[in-house]
């Protein structure tokens, strides 16, 4: 079984961090609509929805991704680029600790769970705005008794990694170009955004579909040429705030 960890919309929402978008008014009761319709996608897709209530005072807290990585084995929790955001760790160390054994990033490690792609055995650490040097060689230390091969990206032009590459089927990535490299990733097929798109990279793979943004629909229709099978959602306030399908839930193996 599948647990999706959520967490309902901040109604300060519109004081999230920003650093590449410029802000705007964002409309907390049709956010509030279009999550509870991500929830329902999710559940539909077969996992159990951990709904967790509201953080008033945490506006970037719906964006659970961020706090930790969930692995078979363990999870750990983060300590996010943006200070704002650290103590939002809290609630989700309480709630994991019923699932996993739990390690901890220390300072000055920072780490924000979009900059952490999973492919197999192998994570593949943004090094961004939000995550850095310090933060990948204590995921790298933490989880080599478990196995796991830990890669540093370069990411330019984008808040987190997975803003730019993304897991579509089971070899293969769904990617901008513009802001991570493919050569980075051995063993893949890609498959480019629409130019005219620069954000349509950001999906969710859950079991053989993928939860895709109703609003890139130059790059859904590649992604259906392609054969990639989509269930699409609307995310248009959610990504006012930088956020996305990925972000908006913690996936892991029950």
């Given at each position: 079984?599948l647990?999706?960890?959520?967490r309902k919309?901040?109604?300060?929402i519109?004081?999230c961090?920003?650093?590449?978008?410029?802000?705007?008014?964002?409309?907390?009761?049709?956010a509030?609509?279009?999550?509870?319709?991500?929830?329902?996608?999710?559940?539909?897709?077969?996992c159990?929805?951990?709904?967790?209530?509201?953080e008033?005072?945490?506006?970037?807290s719906?964006?659970v991704?961020?706090?930790?990585?969930?692995?078979?084995?363990?999870?750990i929790?983060?300590?996010?680029?943006?200070?704002?955001?650290?103590?939002?760790?809290?609630?989700?160390?309480r709630?994991?600790?019923?699932?996993?054994?739990l390690?901890?990033?220390?300072?000055?490690?920072?780490?924000d769970?979009?900059?952490?792609?999973?492919?197999?055995?192998?994570?593949?650490i943004?090094?961004s705005?939000?995550?850095n040097?310090?933060a990948?060689?204590?995921?790298?230390?933490?989880?080599?008794?478990?196995?796991?091969?830990?890669v540093?990206?370069n990411?330019?032009?984008?808040?987190?990694?997975k803003?730019?590459?993304?897991?579509v089927?089971?070899?293969?990535?769904?990617?901008?170009?513009?802001?991570?490299?493919?050569?980075?990733?051995?063993?893949?097929?890609?498959?480019?955004?629409?130019?005219?798109?620069?954000?349509?990279?950001?999906?969710?793979?859950?079991?053989?579909?993928?939860?895709?943004?109703?609003?890139?629909?130059?790059?859904r229709?590649?992604?259906?040429?392609?054969?990639?099978?989509?269930t699409?959602?609307?995310?248009?306030?959610?990504?006012?705030?930088?956020g996305?399908?990925?972000?908006?839930?913690?996936?892991?193996k029950?």
């Open positions: 079984m647990v999706a960890i959520t919309v901040s109604p300060s519109g004081r961090e920003l650093t590449h978008l410029e802000r705007q008014a964002i409309d907390v009761n049709i509030c609509a279009q999550h509870l319709a991500y929830e329902h996608k999710l559940a539909k897709l077969g159990q929805v951990h709904s967790l209530p509201t008033p005072e945490l506006p970037d719906v964006f991704e961020d706090t930790a990585i969930v692995l078979d084995e363990v999870a929790i983060t300590r996010p680029g943006a200070a704002s955001r650290i103590p939002e760790i809290e609630t989700i160390t709630v994991l600790t019923s699932y996993r054994k390690l901890f990033i220390q300072p000055p490690g920072t780490l769970g979009g900059d952490v792609l999973c492919l197999g055995k192998t994570l593949y943004g090094l705005s939000r995550s040097l310090d990948i060689e204590q995921v790298r230390s933490l989880l080599e008794p478990y196995g796991y091969i830990v540093g990206v990411v330019a032009g984008v808040l987190h990694l803003s730019a590459v993304t897991q089927a089971k070899e293969t990535l769904l990617i901008n170009p513009a802001w991570a490299s493919k050569s980075d990733f051995i063993d893949y097929e890609f498959i480019e955004i629409d130019p005219s798109e620069p954000y349509a990279s950001n999906a969710l793979l859950i079991s053989d579909t993928v939860i895709y943004p109703t609003s890139y629909t130059r790059t229709k590649r992604l259906e040429r392609s054969g990639i099978e989509l699409c959602v609307a995310v248009s306030e959610l990504a006012k705030a930088e996305a399908v990925t972000c908006c839930s913690l996936i892991f029950a």
